[in-house]
């Protein structure tokens, strides 16, 4: 590979690659969030109107496409936030806190960030309960 400035040609087919596994993976994980979200009397009145069922969805799916994202982008903040939301769905309280408290922690590069990082720390400050 030929190299310029320190880095080789194909460094930047490399992030571009793993930018689109990325925004695939997070895309794959919110699709599954939201429709694991759906209520069976919501998907009852879209068989009814539509003749057609929702496509399925489940929150382990989700955090499967989240967990991978958090691989190839540890440092981005919204896959975090999303991968702890999901784990609180799931009921997995200590590393949907887990993921949060890593979030929080990381830097926010633009408005979406910042409204990720504020909605965690909600959730964390609901996980926390009431002061004894």
Do not use: W
């Given at each position: 590979?030929?190299?310029?400035?320190?880095?080789?040609?194909?460094?930047?087919?490399?992030?571009?690659?793993?930018?689109?596994?990325?925004?695939?993976?997070?895309?794959?994980?919110?699709?599954?969030?939201?429709?694991?979200?759906?209520?069976?009397?919501?998907?009852?009145?879209?068989?009814?109107?539509?003749?057609?069922?929702?496509?399925?969805?489940?929150?382990?799916?989700?955090?499967?496409?989240?967990?991978?994202?958090?691989?190839?982008?540890?440092?981005?903040?919204?896959?975090?936030?999303?991968?702890?939301?999901?784990?609180?769905?799931m009921?997995?309280?200590?590393?949907?806190?887990a993921?949060?408290?890593?979030?929080?922690?990381?830097?926010?590069?633009?408005?979406?960030?910042?409204?990720?990082?504020?909605?965690?720390?909600?959730?964390?400050?609901?996980?926390?309960?009431?002061?004894?």
């Amino acid at each position: 590979r030929a190299r310029t400035n320190g880095h080789t040609s194909g460094d930047s087919a490399t992030r571009r690659s793993d930018s689109a596994l990325k925004g695939f993976q997070e895309m794959s994980g919110h699709k599954n969030y939201e429709m694991a979200s759906v209520n069976a009397v919501v998907r009852t009145v879209i068989q009814m109107l539509y003749g057609t069922a929702l496509m399925a969805g489940s929150y382990r799916e989700a955090a499967l496409c989240y967990e991978a994202a958090v691989r190839i982008r540890p440092d981005y903040l919204i896959h975090r936030v999303e991968l702890g939301r999901t784990y609180a769905k799931m009921g997995q309280r200590e590393a949907a806190r887990a993921q949060l408290e890593a979030a929080v922690e990381l830097d926010v590069p633009d408005i979406n960030a910042f409204l990720q990082k504020a909605d965690a720390v909600g959730m964390l400050a609901k996980m926390q309960g009431p002061p004894r």
